[in-house]
């Protein structure tokens, strides 16, 4: 069983770039997150879904985007990388919404240079 | 707007020790209080959660305390170990919030020493 799978791992970016940040889960799981984590700031949500074709904005949702068009898909698009979106970002899973325990994937270290 | 406060930011605990973590949240509608764990280069990982109709849960050598009236909840390591070192971060949430998502705090990292 993967549990949540993140791809890619690693990447670098040119400012003004884009690229989409890959999550796929097989736990059937309807919550979806996404999170970025920087030194001492925990964890903040972009974006999540509480099901295929119904997302909606975390706290810090500016300058990504996604789409839910099927239960198991759940990417992030950064249009313009910016500087600032230098993160580790990490996707997670919930069966039962934020109640219940949150699987999270290994992660993606994002550099825009 | 950070709902939920954790302290401290870092910890050094010598082997054996007990090492406390503290969170505090301002929003009174959570009812729903994770830790999670994460070791450097993977994801977090669901370590222990308490609802607030205890006071108390223990697993293994991990407690959770919760005081209602004060909006604190702690994690307690008994015995701790080198390889609780870790990054710690309590989050908190609304079971019958519909899609509230989780709230988590700065994170603790733990340091076990030898």
Redesign the interface.
Known sequence: NAGVTQTPKFRILKIGQSMTLQCTQDMNHNYMYWYRQDPGMGLKLIYYSVGAGITDKGEVPNGYNVSRSTTEDFPLRLELAAPSQTSVYFCASSGQGAATEAFFGQGTRLTVV | QQQVK?SP?SLIVQKGGISIINCAYENTAF??F?W?QQFP??????LI?IRPDVSEKKEGRFTISFNKSAKQFSLHIMDSQPGDSATY?CAA???N??????V????TRLSVIA
């Open positions: 954790q930011q009812d729903y994770p999670y280069g993977k994801g977090p990982a669901l959660a971060f949430s609304m079971r919030s519909g899609n509230t998502p989780l988590f705090g700065k994170g």
